[in-house]
């Protein structure tokens, strides 16, 4: 049995951003699909593993965790190439994991949803949200700008939350040309020995209807 496991689906950006780490460390890890687009996560069965309903759910050595940004960080104490050098570094990766969950993630990982999933269209909510994620996204181009990463000189937890959805601009309707430093920065995560695109890394691609 492999050392880690994760509950996941292709389609989640939030269990891409622990699968990427557990395979960029070279972690011992396998997949738990969770078929999310059929309940799975409404069923009691996976409400007992996570009361939230969510993914990414990780187990290691007995111990069961929720939420991407708690994960990564426990992470950080398994994986010496991820571990903070100093209480400031560790404060900065914290700090852009948080802004990620509610500046960035939240508001892309909802209009991809609303739009290649629930194929609502174009609403007031989708112009909303969209929004909210030029704003993020310009923070996120301006820190970059000049930096090799999101903290410091190496690739931290911070790079693994923030480009959890990033590899799927169609999806969202963004034009990296639009964007030049992130651009660079997901050019230079691709480059990472081991890196796997979201898709080609969980199961659960393409789901059945997509390739009726």
Not at 104 to 110: H, S
Request: charged share 20%; aromatic share 12%.
């Amino acid at each position: 049995m492999a050392d880690y496991q994760l509950y996941c689906f292709a389609q989640s950006g939030n269990a891409y951003k622990v699968a990427l780490l557990l395979q960029l460390a070279g972690a011992d890890w396998t997949p738990r699909f969770v078929d999310f687009f059929n309940g799975e996560t409404r069923t009691p069965a996976y409400r007992a593993i996570n009361v939230m309903g969510e993914v990414p759910v990780l187990e290691h050595a007995g111990l069961r965790l929720s939420q991407s940004g708690v994960i990564l960080d426990y992470l950080t104490g398994q994986f010496a190439q991820f571990k903070p050098r100093s209480e400031d570094e560790r404060r900065e990766v914290l700090r852009w994991t948080l802004f990620d969950n509610h500046k960035l993630t939240n508001n892309i990982a909802t209009l991809r949803f609303q739009l290649q999933f629930a194929k609502t269209g174009e609403t007031p909510v989708t112009a909303f949200l969209r929004g909210r994620m030029l704003s993020a996204l310009k923070v996120l181009n301006q820190h970059l700008d000049g930096k090799p990463y999101v903290v410091g000189e190496r690739l931290t937890t911070a790079d693994m939350s923030l480009c959890g959805y990033l590899f799927w601009p169609a999806e969202f309707g963004v034009d990296w040309a639009d964007y030049p430093a992130i651009a660079a920065w997901l050019q230079r995560i691709q480059s990472q020995p081991g890196w796997v695109a979201p898709y080609d890394l969980m199961p659960g691609h393409p789901r059945p209807q997509d390739v009726a």
